[in-house]
């Protein structure tokens, strides 16, 4: 048997263990990481990972009967106008609730800055700030839907002016997605309550309790504040300016 014939049998083996070895190294290695992050925020993920398939469904829903139906679709620049001395304004309400729910998300991306400082009153604050925003935002949505539904004569079954699939999704969409802002400003205000208070500098038990000393849970209604506001920006997109 040649030399090198030798030397290729020996090192075979040895490559081998050495891959399977490395291997292990990078699944152990992808468990610990796993292990560090916080359960609060692992649990965040995966829920927000299953809303994206909920809300994609009905963005996809809301494509394919849009495309499908017969009936011309009302123009949304007409339906969702405002008038201001006596001037209809293309979206004017759709603007301000946009701008209005990006400004939220950055007095939240503030509001985990300060968290990370533990600074809790500037934390607070922001969170009051953030969760305010939510609620103009909430408030604008039901007076357009007022004015859609008392005004404009639309319902979920029905819209005089055009398809009537238009009163259907954008009730469930709009809705769908009011109703997160909704929970979210519920919990914003709670947690902000808890960091005025100091519940997490001297961990207190109860609802929403953490680490001693540790404002995870700030990041953790920040990943789901920035989510709301990420799907609203599709469905301004593909409900609003399509």
Not at 65 to 70: K, L, Q
Not at 152 to 174: D, H, K, L, Y
Request: charged share 15%; aromatic share 16%; proline share 5%.
């Amino acid at each position: 048997m040649a030399p090198s014939d030798t030397a290729t049998n020996v090192a075979g083996p040895s490559a081998i263990t050495n891959g399977l070895n490395s291997a292990a190294e990078d699944w152990g290695s992808d468990q610990r990481t796993f292990k560090n992050v916080p359960w609060g925020k692992a649990m965040m993920w995966i829920f927000l990972v299953s809303d994206t398939f909920i809300f994609s469904c009905f963005l996809i829903a809301y494509m394919k009967v849009r495309i499908s139906t017969t009936t011309p679709w009302p123009e949304p620049s007409e339906v969702f106008a405002l008038s201001f001395g006596g001037e209809p304004i293309p979206l004017i309400l759709i603007a301000i609730m946009t701008f209005i729910l990006i400004t939220s998300s950055g007095t939240m991306v503030l509001a985990v800055n300060y968290g990370y400082r533990k600074d809790k009153n500037k934390t607070a604050i922001l969170l009051l700030i953030t969760a305010l925003f939510g609620a103009s935002f909430v408030g604008m949505q039901a007076f357009e839907w007022t004015k859609l539904i008392v005004e404009e004569g639309v319902r979920p079954w029905s819209n005089p002016m055009g398809a009537p699939q238009f009163g259907a999704v954008f009730f469930m969409i709009t809705g769908f997605h009011g109703f997160h802002v909704s929970v979210g400003v519920l919990f914003l205000l709670l947690v902000a309550r808890k960091v005025w208070r100091g519940d997490y500098d001297t961990e207190k038990r109860g609802f929403y309790t953490s680490r001693k000393g540790s404002y995870e849970i700030v990041e953790t209604m920040g990943l789901y504040w920035h989510f709301v506001d990420l799907v609203w920006v599709f469905i301004f997109a593909f409900f609003y300016l399509w």
